[in-house]
């Protein structure tokens, strides 16, 4: 089992910056994959960024240029910086961790005002 804790989320205006952390405990296995979903109200879950333990990243097209993942394999954390925030923006995120089994955190909820 893996447990992954979110924190960061909260209420920004647009334009704004937001960073989210996400700490994994349990049985970590040393290669995985770690990163970030959102769901915003009536709609699908979605990737949003990920990162492989050798720091391979892949982004979601909308939040290129914006966002930045990073993660720090020795303390099993990965962050989200999110800059230049738009209200399309504004979702339930949730982390995500994966080697073979998937695991998601409870999820922090992003709001930015127009």
């Known amino acids: 089992q893996v447990q992954l804790v979110e924190s960061g989320g909260g209420l920004v205006q647009a334009g704004g910056s937001l960073r989210l952390s996400c700490a994994a405990s349990g049985s970590i296995f040393s290669i995985n994959t770690m990163g970030w979903y959102r769901q915003a109200p009536g709609k699908s879950r979605e990737l949003v960024a990920t990162i492989r333990t050798g720091g391979r990243t892949n982004y979601a097209d909308s939040v290129k240029g914006r966002f930045t993942i990073s993660r720090d394999n020795t303390k099993n954390t990965v962050s989200l910086q999110m800059n230049s925030l738009k209200p399309e923006d504004t979702a339930v995120y949730y982390c995500?961790?994966?080697?073979?089994?998937?695991?998601w955190g409870q999820g922090t909820q992003v709001t930015v005002s127009s």
């Open positions: 995500n961790y994966k080697w073979g089994v998937e695991y």
